[in-house]
């Protein structure tokens, strides 16, 4: 059987690179860890109730029931966070300075005394000038709020009212959008800097020649590379979506295989890229400036850690076609949106593009020493 | 069959401005060992490797086998084994792995634990490369390199580096191989490694085949330019008494 024997050294170089990567410390590191660190510490950011809220002070310099009751309502109301050590003007001045709260809520002494029928008092909302939006919209929220005690007070029905319904509870957090941009730095990790390191020094050492001298073919060598890597990014991938979900609460909507598809596609997408450029450089000296071109601009342009709807939409045109772009999009649209492949028609004609356009540049670029 | 295992013919490599080969020209007959000696830089490692197929050649032809080297690369593959330089081995992959792996590379298995019994390895199946010693890693890198069972081997300096019981040791192996009538090519700086080993040695220099015949035969032809040795030869020499005073034994 001719395939079999073709398919022999792809088996086997890709079983022995799988067993030899568990049996790096260093390699267990990058490949393992290093994500997860990553991910405990955008997590730790993105994934906090992203509801808008406004982190304030409130200083009651008024002795009134109605002030401390009013005091109590803002403190439960999700949409204040309030910083309990800014008790005082100075002390809030000094945080609004540096941008650690957005404003000071004042009730002036007399805030809630009884003035004829009912409690009343005006409340001041400082705040600094770089954080003027915030500051006003705090001023239009507290006065929705003013607006509501004033109506169970005075008991007149308003004419005009505003209710707001949630849609739906499928909604991204920002942390669904942070988390598929952190596999993709994953896959980044794995695919690039990892060839990108390991090619030349099997280069140094002759391995490659070595290899060079037997009937193997560079398709084989590829492909056996391409299965391990696979292998072994499915593992890492799999270990950060079980700390998402048990940790970061991330909710998985879509089909688990159709997933792991898309990403085995997007890990060989991008490992091609560092098969090209580990497979020609000759040493470390050229490989390390190339594959920082080729890559820091995929970690900031693609989404990896902010999503890309926050840039300008120029560059947002231009991004879309950065190989890791659909990878990233593909990874979330089915992991958190429910997506099937058969809707991923844009990203997977995308991906594959790339992944004739590198591993052709692959091929033709490769050397054995 | 071709009659001769290996026909070099006008053979040519050069490197932008250096001439490496100069067009040289030699034979290597089944089941001999042939040696190339020469002082570094003369083309020794070049010549081997654009028979090993890992080296474009500029002029000139090779056969192997009757196979030609440029044109049925992938065949001429399969009938040779090369030995590095150096030992060549990926860390932290087991010795039966490494055997396991070059074999699946000419579409083969292997019985792993028989080919290390018989280079003396059989107890260091299950260590990684990185903790043998420069004999043990030799060793393993010629039985590595035989994995195929090759018409032809190509070894590049075996023995540069390696203490006198190691060297006396791939010796003998190196003699087991030509046993099996496996034909042997190998580069060398040690002339009485040569003189043991040789069936023909080509001496070269600047890219050039300046002599080439049996060991006897270029020392007769020294000899009868009348040749005298600046120093009285003595029956043994400082090799014997050092093998003499530590026994035979490898230290590995």
């Not at chain 1, 280069?203 to 391990?228: C, D, E």
């Not at chain 2, 034909?183 to 890219?207: F, K, S």
């Amino acid at each position: 059987m001719n395939w079999k024997r073709n398919l022999l050294p792809v088996i086997t170089f890709a079983k022995i690179a799988i067993r030899r990567t568990f049996r790096d410390r260093l390699a267990l590191f990058f490949v393992f860890l290093f994500p997860l660190i990553f991910l405990f510490i955008f997590g730790g950011i993105f994934g906090k109730n992203s509801a808008a809220s406004f982190s304030v002070a409130v200083i009651n310099q008024s002795h009134s029931t109605f002030s401390k009751q009013f005091v109590g309502q803002l403190g439960s109301n999700k949409i204040f966070k309030i910083d309990d050590a800014s008790n005082t003007m100075a002390k809030a001045n000094e945080k609004m300075n540096r941008g650690q709260l957005d404003a000071a809520i004042v009730l002036p002494p007399g805030f809630g005394d009884i003035q004829g029928k009912y409690p009343s008092g005006r409340a001041q909302v400082y705040y600094s000038q770089n954080n003027a939006t915030a500051g006003q919209s705090l001023a239009s929220v507290l006065d929705g709020v003013f607006k509501g005690i004033n109506a169970t007070l005075t008991q007149t029905p308003a004419p005009f009212s505003v209710t707001a319904t949630q849609t739906n509870d499928k909604g991204l957090t920002a942390f669904d959008y942070t988390f598929s941009g952190l596999l993709g730095f994953s896959i980044i990790g794995l695919g690039i800097f990892g060839p990108v390191n390991v090619f030349p020094e099997l280069k140094k050492q002759g391995i490659l020649r070595r290899l060079h001298t037997t009937p193997l073919r560079v398709w084989q060598y590829f492909l056996a590379n391409m299965v391990s890597q696979s292998a072994v990014g499915l593992c890492s991938i799999a270990i950060m979506f079980a700390v998402a979900i048990a940790v970061f609460h991330l909710k998985v909507s879509g089909n688990i295989f159709e997933l792991i598809v898309y990403i085995v596609l997007g890990i060989i997408t991008i490992f091609g890229i560092g098969l090209a450029i580990g497979g020609w450089a000759a040493n470390e000296r050229q490989a390390a400036p190339l594959s920082n071109i080729v890559t820091f601009p995929m970690i900031f342009l693609s989404g990896t850690f902010f999503p890309r709807f926050l840039m300008p939409e120029w560059l947002q045109k231009v991004s879309a076609f950065l190989p890791l772009t659909p990878v990233i999009d593909g990874i979330r649209l089915i992991a958190t949106e429910g997506k099937n492949l058969t809707d991923l028609g844009p990203q997977l004609g995308l991906m594959g593009a790339w992944i004739v356009i590198i591993y052709f540049t692959a091929f033709r670029v490769f050397r054995w020493e | 069959m071709a009659e001769k295992l290996l026909v070099v013919k006008d053979l040519k490599k050069r490197y932008d401005d250096f001439e490496a080969v100069k067009g040289i020209s030699f034979e290597v007959e089944r089941g001999e060992i042939f040696g190339i000696l020469g002082p570094n830089g003369a083309g020794k490692t070049t010549t081997l490797e654009m028979i090993e197929t890992i080296k474009s050649i500029d002029g000139g032809s090779i056969m192997l086998d009757g196979l030609d080297v440029t044109k049925e690369t992938q065949k001429v593959k399969y009938i040779i084994g090369v030995q590095p330089q150096s030992p060549a081995f990926m860390d932290k992959v087991k010795l039966t792995e490494q055997l396991e792996q070059l074999a699946s590379a000419y579409g083969e298995r292997v019985n792993a634990k028989k080919l290390l019994k018989e280079v003396g390895l059989e107890d260091k199946g299950g260590d990684y490369v990185e903790s043998l010693s420069g004999g043990q890693k030799q060793r393993f890198s010629i039985v590595a390199s035989l994995v195929h069972n090759p018409k032809v081997f190509f070894m590049d300096e075996p023995t540069t580096g390696l203490d006198p019981q190691a060297r006396r040791n791939l010796w003998d192996l190196i003699s087991d191989i030509k046993k099996k009538g496996v034909t042997v090519v190998m580069t060398t700086h040690y002339m009485e490694e040569a003189e043991l080993l040789c069936d023909r040695v080509a001496i070269m220099d600047n890219g050039e085949i300046i002599a080439l015949d049996t060991p006897k035969n270029l020392v007769k032809q020294l000899l009868d330019k009348g040749f005298k040795p600046t120093r009285k030869v003595e029956q043994a020499n400082l090799e014997d008494v050092f093998i003499d005073l530590t026994g035979k034994d490898l230290r590995d």
